[in-house]
């Protein structure tokens, strides 16, 4: 069956072209286009699309107050456009407390001249969307958790963008292999957390970090897929609602305890010995810029068996060869669970390859993380 998609911006060049680059995948049928927020609720009601592209800047109602809609009244998987811009991360991060899934660069240049490379990619992100097991209904519906200390009132519907999915407890990993538990992971002086994530990452690395205490003993380093443009204005936007310090890391900073780095966009982010981080280029022959393998591999090297490691939502395995470095050193190794990941390929390239130690949902994650830690 086809994945069925609607598209909406109000560029018509960009539609007819969207358009024809969807449908050029004999697996995806475009059922519709719209030219401005109102009229793709209109159409998201009417067509009932799988998946939604989003363009975020658009007469009459924009994209975010779209989607928020589209989240009330039916909700729809959304893959937003965005500029890549501090501006245009700004707007996306909106979007995706807003609801939306996933998102993609708005490059005219990009599809001019690679264009079978941004086929590829759209499409692939498109039926992986189309695939995952993201509840909208129950995700939508389900009441946001108190702001912290401090926060406003838009915070406190920004931390609760993801609620839990419904019987998602915590529970130990199951080896594959054999089916049985592993033993919980136990309490120590870790000397450092590192968390890798992609699609779905922001939203969810917001739930647990502002889940954490503000004197959290442990350093913590952050690997999210994401462009150059966005790092900066997410870490920015994480400082301002989280207890501990999160900021864009720079190549020499020390790892502290209760402050958490933001890989650069773009770079790549590892781990010495001395508790320093490098920055690096990012290598064009890696699909990840940062990659969780590359960071989570360095910090398996540098502490041993000292490191507290967390895979979360994402498409694709970036972070199980990092995983299986980590496990060999003595590491703990967890994964977000199936039912509370927006996608469920990181996490699962982790749990299948028998690394997880335990395997958590999204919001006991954070708690887990207070108790392992102290």
């Not at 502490?303 to 694709?316: E, R």
Request: overall charge positive; some cysteine.
């Amino acid at each position: 069956m086809s994945v069925k998609v609607l598209v909406v911006d109000d560029s018509g060049f960009f539609r007819r072209r969207l358009s024809e680059i969807l449908a050029s995948d004999s697996e995806i049928q475009v059922v519709g286009t719209a030219c401005n927020g109102r009229e793709g609720v209109e159409q998201a009601l009417a067509l009932k699309p799988d998946v939604i592209t989003m363009d975020y800047e658009m007469p009459l109602m924009d994209g975010i107050s779209a989607v928020r809609q589209i989240m009330q009244r039916c909700p729809t998987p959304v893959l937003m456009f965005s500029s890549l811009t501090h501006e245009g991360a700004r707007v996306t991060l909106d979007a995706l407390d807003a609801g939306a899934v996933d998102y993609l660069p708005k490059n005219f240049e990009d599809i001019s001249r690679h264009p079978d490379k941004v086929r590829q990619l759209l499409c692939d992100k498109i039926k992986s969307i189309a695939r995952s097991n993201r509840r909208f209904s129950s995700f939508a519906s389900a009441p946001a958790p108190a702001a912290q200390p401090g926060a406003s009132a838009t915070t406190a519907r920004r931390v609760g963008a993801v609620p839990p999915a419904a019987g998602s407890a915590a529970r130990p990993a199951a080896s594959p292999a054999t089916g049985s538990s592993v033993p919980a992971p136990r309490r120590k002086h870790y000397k450092l957390v590192a968390i890798g994530t992609s699609t779905g990452g922001p939203v969810a690395l917001q739930r647990v970090l502002t889940q954490l205490p503000a004197h959290f003993p442990s350093p913590i380093v952050l690997i999210q897929h994401m462009p150059a443009a966005f790092t900066k204005a997410f870490a920015e936007r994480l400082d301002k609602l989280c207890r501990i310090q999160v900021k864009e890391a720079e190549d020499g900073d020390l790892l502290r305890p209760g402050v958490a780095l933001l890989a650069p966009g773009g770079k790549q982010m590892m781990i010495d010995a001395r508790g320093s981080v490098r920055i690096l280029p990012g290598d064009e022959r890696l699909n990840y810029k940062p990659s969780v393998d590359i960071t989570f591999g360095s910090a398996a090297k540098a502490f041993g068996d000292k490191v507290l490691s967390v895979v979360l939502t994402g498409m694709g395995a970036d972070g199980r060869e990092g995983a299986r470095m980590l496990k060999e050193s003595g590491s703990q190794v967890w994964a977000q669970d199936e039912a509370s990941c927006v996608i469920y390929g990181m996490p699962m390239a982790v749990v299948k390859a028998n690394l997880a130690d335990a395997v958590y949902s999204l919001d006991d994650i954070g708690p887990r993380l207070t108790e392992a830690c102290q």
